[in-house]
């Protein structure tokens, strides 16, 4: 991802929580002249991790990270389709399973929620092997 798509999501970011003046503190921890800086394409400065947490959360909307986290790689593009497709479907049953036992006694504890959320992430790195086979033609 280069500068001036960071550039871009913060300024989708800070305009989506209302603005500068909506975004400076005590929302976040920095300034205007700070937020106006994460704004401006020659600034060199990308917004920070925390910074983009809390924006998101205030405008419930991760305009940013979701945009990271789906502009990932697949980790090998060229995997046959069809042997992802049964991994994908495979992983769902996988994925529906432990939702199912974690979910049996009402309450989700912080070890079964972090290893559904590592199943889910395998599933999804697969939907992007998917996507990337069927751009290569990678079929069969």
């Known amino acids: 991802m280069n500068a001036t798509q ?3 999501l913060a300024r989708a970011l ?4 209302g603005g500068v003046d909506a975004c400076c503190k005590p929302v976040t921890r920095v300034e205007r002249s700070q937020l106006y800086a994460y704004r401006d394409f020659n600034s060199g400065v990308f917004m920070p991790a925390d910074i983009i947490e809390q924006l ?3 405008c419930e909307n991760p305009v940013y990270s979701a945009f990271l986290f789906h502009s ?3 980790k090998t593009p060229a995997a046959r389709l069809e042997a992802v497709g049964f991994l994908i479907g495979e992983g769902g ?3 529906q399973r432990a939702i199912r ?3 049996e006694d009402g309450e ?3 070890n079964e929620k972090r290893g559904i959320e590592e199943m889910c992430l395998e599933h999804e790195d697969l939907l992007r092997q998917a996507r990337a086979s069927m751009e290569t033609g990678a079929a069969s």
């Open 6 to 8: 960071h550039t871009l």
């Open 14 to 17: 800070i305009d989506a929580c």
């Open 56 to 58: 998101e959360s205030r």
């Open 72 to 74: 990932r790689p697949a």
């Open 93 to 95: 049953v996988a994925i």
């Open 101 to 103: 036992l974690a979910a």
């Open 108 to 110: 989700l504890s912080d």
